[in-house]
């Protein structure tokens, strides 16, 4: 049986009092995986918040930013450009990282706490050559990021990657890509919207 006066003073102490051991423990954190319409979903809210393009900015530096998550905690986002032109071949390279702290988001009727370093990185390249007689896109994406889950936890591995080519069919020149690979072991084909053409 419990002894009343020492849990008192362990809560006076400011520590934190466990009480009896009857039904006081904590429920076990499951090591289910996350199912494929979960990695799904992890990834989709990752990256809506790192293409936000109007998010809640709380620092940063000259390389970098700190925003916040839409239900809390935050992510650190570093972005880095270049161009390179050889002959008639223009290539446009960038390279992203996303740092997540504590970051809260829901995606998918999901709703995880990410946290991470490096987290997630994606690079790629636009190549055009001539006047647009040549247009395409390459690169990847990989993420380490660990996860919770209402009372399920886990770390989650991805390695994707971007490819794409011009689409002149509409009226303004888009670019079809997908991203293919392993989110968190799942094999997957993901669409990329929003991505401008040549002369987009």
């Known amino acids: 049986m419990c002894d009343r006066r020492h849990v008192i003073a362990v809560v006076l102490a400011g520590a934190l ?3 009896c051991s009857e039904g006081t423990t904590e429920p076990p954190t499951t090591a289910e995986p996350l199912s494929a319409a979960e990695s799904l979903a992890l990834f989709e809210g990752m990256r809506a918040i790192q293409s936000d393009t109007a998010p809640t900015i709380i620092g940063g530096s000259e390389s970098s930013l700190v925003v916040a998550c839409p239900l809390g905690g935050q992510v650190s986002l570093a972005l880095t450009f ?3 032109s050889v002959a008639d071949t ?7 990282t996303a740092a997540p702290t504590g ?4 995606h998918g009727g999901s709703q995880f706490t990410v946290d991470g370093t490096p ?4 690079q790629g390249a ?8 040549h247009f395409g896109l390459e ?24 490819s794409g080519e011009p689409d002149l069919s509409a009226t303004e020149p888009s670019v079809v890509a997908v991203l293919s690979g ?19």
């Open 17 to 19: 009092a466990t009480g």
């Open 82 to 84: 270049a161009d390179e």
């Open 90 to 96: 223009l290539r446009l390279t960038w390279g992203s």
């Open 103 to 106: 970051c809260q988001l829901s």
């Open 119 to 122: 987290g997630v990185r994606e």
């Open 126 to 133: 636009f190549v055009l050559v001539g006047f647009g007689e």
């Open 139 to 162: 690169g990847s994406v990989t993420e380490a990021v660990d996860w919770r889950l209402d009372d399920r936890s886990g770390s989650c591995d991805m390695d994707l990657v971007l």
């Open 182 to 200: 392993t989110p968190c072991g799942h094999e997957a084909e993901i669409e990329v919207q929003g991505i401008p053409g040549p002369s987009g």
